[in-house]
């Protein structure tokens, strides 16, 4: 399928691995000119590098912590943003008796004043030229607590509810706003976890990933190209009709009816 955005530019947030990778390789091969970012600027680049080789598209590499202003300035500075992926990576597991105040504050600038930042920044020029597509990338856990991703879950549940009402604003000017939730998938941060919790029960690493694998509906962990199809999808010029919308990709883990 043509997703009618080839030309377009996208921002794609903390996009030097995993999800955030997976959403700027997407949107390169669908034409747009894609800005990358990652705070590690060794990987930056070549993550930069291989999207370039990949699919041709111009990948501009920005290095930084998107927390921070200045880093922000600079992403979005680039050209006009037609396309804004939000991420951040998530606070560490830790059982809610440990977060300090200040750990609450870094998680909830990271996963909602953030993103909140970057859609005020955005959001007139889109409305402005008539085309927008902003996609935050927030979790699983937004709909169902899972034990030791207490901040995570409460900070991305605000910027959900915060930009509710923001999308309902903007959607007359074919500008929309809507959530990709991912559960377990084949990245990084995945391997971590299992790397944790086999020294914490003495298990292999095999095995737990093995368990982990087997726990949902399919089997398996998501792919990363299959989340980045997807966050291309929604921001598609196909995708107009599509607004305020919590897009769960967790292979069936998640057993609500509605």
């Known amino acids: 399928m043509d997703l009618g955005i080839a030309g377009r530019h996208a921002v794609v947030c903390a996009s030097s691995r995993g999800l955030g990778r997976a959403c700027a390789e997407a949107l390169a091969r669908a034409g747009c000119s894609v800005v990358v970012n990652g ?71 990271a996963q909602m004043v953030t993103p909140i930042a970057l859609v005020q920044a955005v959001a007139d020029g889109m409305v402005g030229r008539g085309f927008g597509r902003i996609v935050n990338i927030t979790s699983a856990s937004v709909l169902t607590g899972i034990e030791k991703l ?6 991305r549940a605000g910027l959900t509810a915060f930009l509710s009402g923001v999308a309902r604003q903007l959607v007359s000017a ?7 939730l991912p559960g377990n998938f084949d990245t990084d941060r995945q391997d971590s976890i ?20 087997k726990a949902g509906p399919a089997k398996r962990f998501g792919r990363p ?20 919308q919590n897009l769960l990709m967790d292979g069936g883990a998640f057993t609500a009816n509605f």
Do not use: M, Q, W, Y
Request: aromatic share 4%; proline share 2%; net charge negative.
């Open 174 to 180: 074919d500008v929309t706003i809507n959530n990709l």
């Open 39 to 109: 705070r590690d600027g060794d990987v930056l680049e070549t993550t930069a590098a291989a999207i370039r080789s990949d699919t041709g598209a111009t990948v501009t590499a920005i290095a930084g912590d998107v927390t921070e202003p200045a880093v922000r300035e600079r992403l979005l500075k680039v050209a006009d943003v037609d396309i804004l992926v939000t991420n951040a990576g998530g606070p560490p597991l830790a059982d809610f008796r440990d977060l300090s105040a200040e750990a609450i504050r870094a998680g909830v600038e």
């Open 225 to 244: 190209e299959e989340f980045g199809a997807a966050c291309a999808f929604l921001a598609s010029a196909h995708a107009g009709f599509i607004t305020g």
């Open 194 to 213: 299992i790397e944790k919790a086999a020294s914490a029960s003495g298990r292999t690493i095999e095995d737990v990933r093995k368990a982990r694998e």
């Open 150 to 155: 207490d901040l995570s879950s409460g900070a």
